[in-house]
Protein backbone atom coordinates (compact mmCIF):
# COMPACT_ATOMS: atom_id res chain seq x y z
CA UNK A 1 0.00 0.00 0.00
CA UNK A 2 1.65 3.52 -0.77
CA UNK A 3 2.26 6.00 1.90
CA UNK A 4 0.00 8.54 2.45
CA UNK A 5 1.34 12.02 2.23
CA UNK A 6 1.27 14.28 5.16
CA UNK A 7 0.52 17.98 5.20
CA UNK A 8 3.27 19.43 5.66
CA UNK A 9 5.00 17.28 2.73
CA UNK A 10 4.00 19.65 -0.09
CA UNK A 11 5.06 23.05 1.78
CA UNK A 12 7.01 25.37 -0.69
CA UNK A 13 10.43 25.74 1.01
CA UNK A 14 10.93 28.50 -1.28
CA UNK A 15 7.86 31.09 -0.25
CA UNK A 16 10.55 33.35 1.34
CA UNK A 17 12.17 34.42 -1.71
CA UNK A 18 8.71 36.34 -2.66
CA UNK A 19 8.86 38.28 0.80
CA UNK A 20 12.65 38.78 0.32
CA UNK A 21 12.10 40.35 -3.31
CA UNK A 22 8.93 42.53 -2.25
CA UNK A 23 11.60 44.08 0.67
CA UNK A 24 14.82 44.52 -1.89
CA UNK A 25 12.10 46.12 -4.03
CA UNK A 26 10.65 48.44 -1.49
CA UNK A 27 14.10 49.25 -0.49
CA UNK A 28 15.43 49.75 -3.81
CA UNK A 29 12.49 52.27 -4.66
CA UNK A 30 12.96 54.05 -1.45
CA UNK A 31 16.63 54.84 -1.73
CA UNK A 32 15.92 56.03 -5.72
CA UNK A 33 13.11 58.38 -3.75
CA UNK A 34 15.41 59.77 -1.78
CA UNK A 35 17.97 60.53 -4.70
CA UNK A 36 15.65 62.31 -6.50
CA UNK A 37 14.78 64.75 -3.78
CA UNK A 38 18.36 65.60 -3.28
CA UNK A 39 19.20 65.51 -6.81
CA UNK A 40 16.63 68.51 -7.48
CA UNK A 41 17.76 70.62 -4.13
CA UNK A 42 21.35 69.74 -4.63
CA UNK A 43 22.26 73.53 -5.17
CA UNK A 44 20.25 74.14 -1.73
CA UNK A 45 21.58 71.35 0.29
CA UNK A 46 25.42 72.81 -1.37
CA UNK A 47 25.03 76.11 -0.42
CA UNK A 48 23.53 74.63 3.30
CA UNK A 49 26.89 72.87 3.79
CA UNK A 50 28.90 75.97 2.71
CA UNK A 51 27.09 78.15 5.39
CA UNK A 52 27.05 75.31 8.14
CA UNK A 53 31.12 75.32 7.44
CA UNK A 54 31.44 79.08 7.48
CA UNK A 55 29.00 79.14 10.80
CA UNK A 56 31.80 76.33 12.14
CA UNK A 57 34.65 78.93 11.34
CA UNK A 58 33.34 81.56 13.13
CA UNK A 59 33.01 83.62 10.17
CA UNK A 60 30.37 85.06 8.07
CA UNK A 61 29.83 85.93 4.61
CA UNK A 62 28.66 88.73 3.21
CA UNK A 63 27.76 91.09 0.08
CA UNK A 64 28.93 94.85 -0.43
CA UNK A 65 26.13 96.65 -1.42
CA UNK A 66 25.17 99.65 -2.92
CA UNK A 67 22.35 100.50 -1.84
CA UNK A 68 19.50 98.86 0.42
CA UNK A 69 18.09 96.56 -2.22
CA UNK A 70 21.27 94.52 -2.44
CA UNK A 71 21.67 94.27 1.52
CA UNK A 72 21.88 91.07 2.29
CA UNK A 73 23.54 87.84 3.99
CA UNK A 74 24.35 84.72 2.09
CA UNK A 75 24.34 82.43 4.96
CA UNK A 76 21.26 82.36 7.77
CA UNK A 77 20.79 85.93 9.68
CA UNK A 78 19.59 85.92 13.23
CA UNK A 79 18.51 89.15 12.40
CA UNK A 80 16.30 88.78 9.55
CA UNK A 81 12.73 89.95 9.83
CA UNK A 82 13.94 92.68 12.57
CA UNK A 83 12.45 95.99 11.97
CA UNK A 84 14.73 98.12 13.97
CA UNK A 85 17.48 96.46 12.33
CA UNK A 86 16.59 96.84 8.87
CA UNK A 87 15.29 100.70 10.29
CA UNK A 88 19.11 101.23 11.17
CA UNK A 89 19.93 99.84 7.37
CA UNK A 90 17.56 101.82 5.27
CA UNK A 91 18.53 105.19 7.90
CA UNK A 92 22.17 104.63 7.05
CA UNK A 93 21.88 104.26 3.34
CA UNK A 94 19.85 107.13 3.52
CA UNK A 95 22.26 109.80 5.15
CA UNK A 96 25.07 108.02 2.92
CA UNK A 97 23.13 109.18 -0.31
CA UNK A 98 22.49 112.21 0.69
CA UNK A 99 25.92 113.02 1.25
CA UNK A 100 26.27 111.95 -2.31
CA UNK A 101 28.93 109.40 -0.42
CA UNK A 102 27.51 105.75 -1.86
CA UNK A 103 30.93 105.35 -3.58
CA UNK A 104 32.76 105.96 -0.67
CA UNK A 105 30.99 104.81 2.04
CA UNK A 106 30.13 100.90 1.45
CA UNK A 107 27.30 99.24 3.50
CA UNK A 108 27.58 95.34 4.94
CA UNK A 109 25.09 93.59 7.16
CA UNK A 110 26.35 91.30 9.45
CA UNK A 111 24.66 89.24 12.44
CA UNK A 112 26.51 91.92 14.71
CA UNK A 113 25.04 94.92 13.06
CA UNK A 114 25.66 97.48 9.98
CA UNK A 115 29.30 98.23 8.88
CA UNK A 116 30.04 101.32 7.27
CA UNK A 117 32.98 100.21 5.15
CA UNK A 118 35.93 102.24 4.11
CA UNK A 119 38.61 101.72 2.11
CA UNK A 120 42.51 103.03 3.19
CA UNK A 121 42.81 105.50 0.68
CA UNK A 122 39.69 107.49 1.95
CA UNK A 123 41.35 108.32 5.43
CA UNK A 124 45.29 107.45 5.64
CA UNK A 125 48.30 107.30 3.51
CA UNK A 126 50.24 104.22 2.72
CA UNK A 127 51.56 102.99 5.84
CA UNK A 128 50.41 105.37 8.19
CA UNK A 129 48.00 105.58 10.92
CA UNK A 130 47.13 109.73 11.27
CA UNK A 131 43.75 110.70 9.50
CA UNK A 132 44.06 112.91 6.35
CA UNK A 133 43.39 116.85 6.13
CA UNK A 134 41.24 116.38 2.93
CA UNK A 135 38.47 113.63 4.61
CA UNK A 136 36.10 116.29 6.42
CA UNK A 137 33.20 115.69 4.04
CA UNK A 138 33.44 111.62 5.16
CA UNK A 139 34.12 112.28 8.58
CA UNK A 140 31.87 114.79 9.21
CA UNK A 141 28.92 112.70 7.37
CA UNK A 142 30.06 109.73 10.30
CA UNK A 143 29.83 111.48 13.24
CA UNK A 144 26.09 112.72 11.57
CA UNK A 145 25.54 108.66 11.63
CA UNK A 146 26.53 108.03 15.08
CA UNK A 147 24.93 111.18 16.74
CA UNK A 148 21.66 110.26 15.20
CA UNK A 149 22.02 106.65 17.03
CA UNK A 150 22.31 105.40 20.23
CA UNK A 151 23.68 102.04 19.00
CA UNK A 152 27.56 101.14 20.14
CA UNK A 153 30.26 101.75 17.89
CA UNK A 154 32.85 99.16 17.02
CA UNK A 155 35.92 100.40 15.12
CA UNK A 156 37.90 97.56 13.66
CA UNK A 157 41.35 98.38 11.24
CA UNK A 158 42.28 95.90 8.58
CA UNK A 159 45.60 95.66 6.66
CA UNK A 160 46.54 93.32 3.71
CA UNK A 161 48.94 90.50 3.71
CA UNK A 162 51.99 92.58 2.60
CA UNK A 163 54.25 92.86 5.87
CA UNK A 164 54.62 95.96 7.25
CA UNK A 165 57.88 97.43 9.06
CA UNK A 166 58.75 100.97 9.16
CA UNK A 167 60.01 103.41 11.67
CA UNK A 168 56.01 103.79 13.36
CA UNK A 169 54.23 100.37 12.90
CA UNK A 170 56.49 97.01 12.96
CA UNK A 171 54.00 94.64 11.96
CA UNK A 172 50.10 94.98 10.53
CA UNK A 173 48.55 94.21 13.59
CA UNK A 174 50.31 97.82 15.10
CA UNK A 175 49.04 99.67 12.27
CA UNK A 176 45.58 98.64 11.88
CA UNK A 177 45.28 98.85 15.28
CA UNK A 178 47.01 102.91 15.49
CA UNK A 179 44.45 103.44 12.73
CA UNK A 180 41.26 102.37 14.20
CA UNK A 181 42.56 104.48 17.49
CA UNK A 182 43.24 107.13 15.25
CA UNK A 183 39.39 107.04 14.19
CA UNK A 184 38.00 106.58 17.79
CA UNK A 185 40.40 109.76 18.96
CA UNK A 186 38.75 112.39 16.68
CA UNK A 187 35.25 111.15 17.02
CA UNK A 188 35.99 111.38 20.95
CA UNK A 189 38.51 114.68 21.14
CA UNK A 190 37.14 116.52 18.05
CA UNK A 191 33.35 115.32 18.00
CA UNK A 192 32.79 115.53 21.50
CA UNK A 193 31.05 111.26 21.37
CA UNK A 194 30.52 110.00 24.47
CA UNK A 195 33.86 107.66 24.42
CA UNK A 196 31.63 104.78 26.27
CA UNK A 197 29.67 104.28 23.14
CA UNK A 198 33.30 103.35 21.61
CA UNK A 199 35.46 100.42 21.19
CA UNK A 200 38.67 99.47 19.20
CA UNK A 201 39.83 96.47 17.26
CA UNK A 202 42.84 95.60 15.24
CA UNK A 203 42.90 92.77 12.80
CA UNK A 204 46.01 93.12 10.91
CA UNK A 205 45.42 90.95 7.93
CA UNK A 206 43.96 88.35 9.51
CA UNK A 207 39.86 89.16 8.79
CA UNK A 208 39.92 89.67 4.69
CA UNK A 209 37.26 90.14 2.61
CA UNK A 210 38.63 88.64 -0.30
CA UNK A 211 42.12 87.10 -1.06
CA UNK A 212 45.14 88.67 -1.04
CA UNK A 213 46.33 86.75 -4.29
CA UNK A 214 45.75 90.14 -6.47
CA UNK A 215 46.79 94.08 -5.89
CA UNK A 216 42.82 94.30 -6.67
CA UNK A 217 41.78 92.06 -3.80
CA UNK A 218 44.93 93.46 -1.51
CA UNK A 219 43.32 96.97 -1.63
CA UNK A 220 39.68 95.86 -0.45
CA UNK A 221 41.44 94.57 2.59
CA UNK A 222 43.38 97.69 3.63
CA UNK A 223 39.96 99.21 5.08
CA UNK A 224 38.51 100.70 8.20
CA UNK A 225 34.98 99.74 9.49
CA UNK A 226 32.79 101.24 11.72
CA UNK A 227 30.58 98.62 13.09
CA UNK A 228 27.05 100.21 14.31
CA UNK A 229 26.49 97.32 16.63
CA UNK A 230 22.88 95.97 16.41
CA UNK A 231 20.96 96.64 19.63
CA UNK A 232 19.99 93.21 20.43
CA UNK A 233 24.10 92.30 20.66
CA UNK A 234 24.21 95.23 22.88
CA UNK A 235 21.66 94.06 25.10
CA UNK A 236 22.81 90.56 25.13
CA UNK A 237 26.73 91.60 25.89
CA UNK A 238 24.55 93.54 28.96
CA UNK A 239 22.97 90.66 30.20
CA UNK A 240 25.79 88.49 30.38
CA UNK A 241 27.80 91.30 32.21
CA UNK A 242 25.39 91.49 34.83
CA UNK A 243 24.90 88.13 35.52
CA UNK A 244 28.80 87.53 35.95
Request: glycine fraction near 4%; aromatic fraction near 6%.
Amino acid sequence: MPRRKKKGDDVNTNGWMDTYADTITLLLTFFILLYSISAVDSEKLKQLNQALQSSLKGTTEVSEVENLDELEVKTKNPNSGNTEYEDLAKKLNDTIEKNGLTEVIKLRKEDRGIVLQLDETILFDPGKADLKENNKEVLETITTIINEHDNDVLIEGHTDNVPMNNKEFASNWELSAARALSAVTYFVHEKQIDPIRFSVKGYGEYKPLVPNDTPENRAINRRVDILMVEQKVKDDKDTKASQK
